[in-house]
T-cell receptor, first 114, second 118 residues
Framework: DSGVTQTPKHLITATGQRVTLRCSPR?????VYWYQQSLDQGLQFLIQ???????AKGNILERFSAQQFPDLHSELNLSSLELGDSALYFC?????????????FGPGTRLTVL | AQSVTQLGSHVSVSEGALVLLRCNYS??????LFWYVQYPNQGLQLLLK??????LVKGINGFEAEFKKSETSFHLTKPSAHMSDAAEYFC????????????????FGQGTILTVHP
């Protein structure tokens, strides 16, 4: 158990819908990262937050947005869902936000878009 | 920009045999390198990492990896495979001096599924 929690574990929805994935980092960690794992694209970095501020951005679609709240939990919002958005979404956290800091991964949220 | 190539999407070994999972990276700046393991229906767990210093790094569960700058490689090895090692393994790279939009971005390889036969 990494100490990172993600809810829900599974999510099934329809095309065109909007969903919110939630992540609670390990106690004391200030940085949160979101990754997408799909058969087509592999594991891809989406976005990083550090203490509430956006720190780094990957190839995150405009239909996707994220934020980190004052209590340091984070939410990833996916809208206008398409079949291709079906994937495993991981959250990770680290104590700092630098490349040296180890990222601890949560168990993931499996999103299925029908 | 960074990229990672893992040679072999599937590797099969016998229990007790040497495990060798290959990883080559591309980076325009000094890299930090990582190996993660993913068991079925679980998140990723860090096996080991190279940041600076000794190029041979030891990790959990008897795994080790050697950073070879001249070969741009970071291969993962274990002298004797156990059945419990069966999982998917990911090599990842991050720029040591990452800044701007790349700050915390881990770039992963495509993964290697390790199968261990009795």
């Amino acid at each position: 158990d990494s100490g990172v929690t993600q809810t829900p574990k599974h999510l099934i929805t329809a095309t065109g819908q909007r969903v919110t994935l939630r992540c609670s980092p390990r106690s004391g960690d200030l940085s949160v990262y979101w990754y997408q794992q799909s058969l087509d694209q592999g594991l891809q970095f989406l976005i990083q937050y550090y203490n509430g501020e956006e720190r780094a951005k990957g190839n995150i679609l405009e239909r996707f947005s994220a934020q980190q709240f004052p209590d340091l939990h984070s939410e990833l919002n996916l809208s206008s869902l398409e079949l291709g958005d079906s994937a495993l979404y991981f959250c990770a956290s680290s104590v700092g936000g630098t490349p040296r800091n180890e990222q601890f991964f949560g168990p993931g949220t499996r999103l299925t878009v029908l | 920009a960074q990229s990672v190539t893992q040679l072999g999407s599937h590797v099969s070994v016998s229990e007790g045999a040497l495990v060798l999972l290959r990883c080559n990276y591309s980076s325009s700046v000094p890299p930090y390198l990582f190996w993660y393991v993913q068991y079925p229906n679980q998140g990723l767990q860090l096996l080991l990492k190279y940041t600076t210093g000794a190029t041979l790094v030891k990790g959990i569960n008897g795994f080790e990896a050697e950073f070879k700058k001249s070969e741009t490689s970071f291969h993962l090895t274990k002298p004797s495979a156990h059945m419990s090692d069966a999982a998917e393994y990911f090599c990842a790279v991050i720029a040591a001096n990452a800044g701007g939009t790349s700050y915390g971005k881990l770039t992963f390889g495509q993964g290697t599924i390790l199968t261990v036969h009795p």
